[in-house]
């Protein structure tokens, strides 16, 4: 026990060594040293007996070359902070009580809440669906080189919302816009854009292309003229 030492606790440093160290060192004010791992048969347990908030600490090379912190605060979220220093440490990401994870965010009405872009390599896909026992309903994802949206099997795509929407039927590739249910290739709804319809145009020379204009409706039917 040497001065500001409460206890100490020395081992041999191996099989046959006579240079023992301090497996275990415990300084006046409670604090513990441990030389080597930790290791438990059912587990570490960190409490505090006051509404304190508990931590872990992380720390390389005394907190001079990366720190690690994971809190425990009032109401059962975990806050992970990260710092390359002791002074640059501040909260990346935090688990909250109900499990939502929030990556640079405090708070997320959904399971996963990200504040900055996110990325996948374009080997790989974002799926909707196949998560329990839900079936797989499309992706997003690079086929050869081509930007996919892609549903499974026979699902219709809708991009858009109302009348505004773009609509893919699954079963035959159809595509409508403004109308849910096409019944040719294109099919393009007066609803969706009022009483005229360019095909390939340029607005700043002049237009240019075809241009559709529905002259007159009636209940029998529209009149379109080019």
Same mark, same amino acid.
């Given at each position: 026990?040497?001065?500001?030492?409460?206890?100490?606790?020395? %081992?041999?440093? *191996?099989?046959?060594?006579?240079?023992?160290?301090?497996? @275990?060192?415990?300084?006046?004010?409670?604090?513990?040293?441990?030389?080597?791992?930790?290791?438990?048969?059912?587990?570490?347990?960190?409490?505090?007996?006051?509404?304190?908030?508990?931590?872990?600490? #992380?720390?390389?090379?005394?907190?001079?070359?990366?720190?690690?912190?994971?809190?425990?605060?009032?109401?059962?979220?975990?806050?992970?902070?990260?710092?390359?220093?002791?002074?640059?440490?501040?909260?990346?990401?935090?688990?909250?009580?109900?499990?939502?994870?929030c990556i640079a965010l405090t708070s997320s009405n959904y399971k996963v809440g990200v504040n900055g872009d996110v990325g996948i390599s374009n080997s790989n896909k974002l799926f909707i669906g196949g998560v329990g026992a839900d079936s797989v309903i499309g992706y997003l994802g690079n086929d050869s080189g081509v930007f996919n949206l892609k549903s499974d099997g026979n699902r219709d795509i809708?991009? *858009?919302?109302?009348?505004?929407?773009?609509?893919?039927? *699954?079963?035959?590739?159809? %595509?409508?816009?403004?109308?849910?249910?096409?019944? %040719?290739? #294109?099919?393009?709804?007066?609803?969706? @854009?009022?009483?005229?319809? #360019?095909?390939?145009?340029?607005?700043?020379?002049? @237009?240019?292309?075809? @241009?559709?204009?529905?002259?007159?409706?009636?209940?029998? *039917?529209?009149?379109?003229?080019?």
């Amino acid at each position: 026990q040497d001065s500001g030492t409460l206890l100490r606790f020395r %081992v041999n440093s *191996g099989a046959g060594s006579s240079s023992p160290i301090n497996a @275990l060192t415990i300084d006046g004010s409670g604090n513990s040293t441990f030389a080597g791992s930790v290791k438990s048969n059912t587990g570490l347990f960190c409490t505090t007996l006051t509404n304190a908030e508990p931590f872990m600490a #992380l720390q390389r090379n005394s907190g001079a070359n990366g720190v690690g912190v994971i809190n425990l605060e009032d109401g059962g979220s975990l806050a992970f902070d990260t710092g390359a220093t002791g002074a640059a440490q501040s909260e990346k990401m935090r688990l909250d009580a109900s499990g939502n994870l929030c990556i640079a965010l405090t708070s997320s009405n959904y399971k996963v809440g990200v504040n900055g872009d996110v990325g996948i390599s374009n080997s790989n896909k974002l799926f909707i669906g196949g998560v329990g026992a839900d079936s797989v309903i499309g992706y997003l994802g690079n086929d050869s080189g081509v930007f996919n949206l892609k549903s499974d099997g026979n699902r219709d795509i809708s991009i *858009g919302s109302d009348t505004q929407a773009i609509f893919i039927e *699954g079963s035959n590739g159809n %595509v409508g816009i403004g109308t849910a249910s096409p019944t %040719v290739k #294109l099919e393009v709804s007066e609803n969706a @854009l009022g009483d005229k319809l #360019l095909l390939a145009g340029d607005d700043a020379s002049g @237009l240019r292309g075809l @241009l559709f204009n529905c002259s007159t409706t009636t209940n029998a *039917g529209d009149t379109w003229d080019i």
